[in-house]
């Protein structure tokens, strides 16, 4: 009896603790309209909204729903983070909503020194659905390497549960999304499209796990699809992509661990370079249980090209790497 007791007592106790933490978040979470007036967008394609979208951004707490209704929002760097703060988050561009990167350089550049339009990291479950993000690559030209200042669109890390899905990508000045020490990334039914050549990688992943890419369409000019680092458990499937040089395992980067990888049912146009693996002299790790299965290349140049003397006139010194089944 006295051990029913405890049990039911124990039971009652942790019900009451569920039940308060969902009434808590159903209570204190919120909808935020960046229109709203403590937030101040005016999304009319005209005046630079960077200011008040960020407002809205630092705003955001656990389980908040932040929408940007239709208009064109001309916005600079954004920044975001975690810890508890943006964790359970969506982030809506609804049905017209497009945020356009500033085209004024140095404007940009005085909200922030990161090259980086879309900033975000330490968050869990994190969604972002819908719109369009013009990059406005007109206003980019490419520099000097080491001078060279575009900024990629999205720049995710930290990541658990990030979900991205039915958005547009357009004229990036450089990279599109790029996304490191994640895992449980999902990317689906996205379009990224730009006719910049260097450094314009569409779909990047460094150091994640367990993601999933399903139907992008990738054009542009560099690696359309790519993992560097150490990552594994990853799938791509169902893509359409043109121009750029196609399925991309590694990089300039000394260490390349990937396992568990396959590229499937993917169509590939008009490119360089179709399936792809490239290590440098100094590169070590593996190459383990990758699988490009499927697929459809018209006008491919290589289609297939393993590569190990990657970026050789910056090393000297030949080191082991392990490709495997």
Not at 189 to 209: A, C, F, M, P, R
Not at 292 to 303: A, E, F, G, S
Request: with cysteine; aromatic share 8%.
């Amino acid at each position: 009896f006295l051990i029913s007791s405890l049990y039911i007592f124990t039971m009652a106790k942790r019900v009451g603790q569920l039940a308060l933490l969902f009434f808590t978040d159903s209570v204190t979470a919120k909808t935020i309209n960046v229109k709203d007036s403590e937030y101040g967008a005016v999304g009319d394609g005209k005046k630079d909204d960077t200011v008040h979208v960020q407002r809205a951004f630092d705003a955001l707490e656990h389980g908040d729903h932040l929408v940007f209704p239709s208009g064109k929002y001309r916005v600079g760097p954004i920044s975001f983070k975690g810890h508890d703060k943006c964790d359970n988050v969506r982030i809506q561009l609804q049905p017209g909503a497009e945020l356009h990167m500033l085209d004024d350089k140095k404007k940009f550049k005085q909200y922030s020194s990161d090259k980086v339009w879309i900033k975000g990291s330490d968050c869990t479950n994190l969604q972002i659905d819908g719109g369009k993000y013009y990059g406005h690559s007109h206003a980019w030209p490419k520099l000097h390497s080491k001078n060279d200042d575009r900024p990629r669109m999205f720049q995710f890390s930290g990541m658990t549960g990030l979900e991205m899905r039915n958005t547009e990508l357009l004229d990036s000045a450089a990279g599109h999304i790029h996304i490191s020490n994640s895992v449980h990334v999902t990317i689906h039914s996205v379009n990224l499209s730009t006719e910049v050549q260097d450094n314009s990688d569409g779909i990047t992943l460094v150091d994640t796990k367990h993601a999933t890419v399903t139907d992008a369409t990738v054009h542009n000019g560099d690696d359309c699809l790519k993992l560097a680092g150490k990552c594994s458990d990853v799938l791509f499937s169902g893509c359409h992509l043109s121009g750029g040089h196609g399925l991309s395992l590694g990089g300039g980067s000394d260490i390349l661990e990937v396992e568990d990888v396959k590229f499937y049912d993917i169509h590939l146009l008009g490119m360089s370079d179709g399936a792809r693996l490239k290590i440098t002299p100094e590169t070590q790790g593996f190459a383990k249980n990758i699988t490009w299965q499927k697929l459809r290349m018209t006008n491919v140049r290589t289609p297939i090209i393993v590569q190990t003397d990657y970026d050789a006139q910056h090393h000297s010194h030949s080191k082991s790497f392990k490709f495997g089944d």
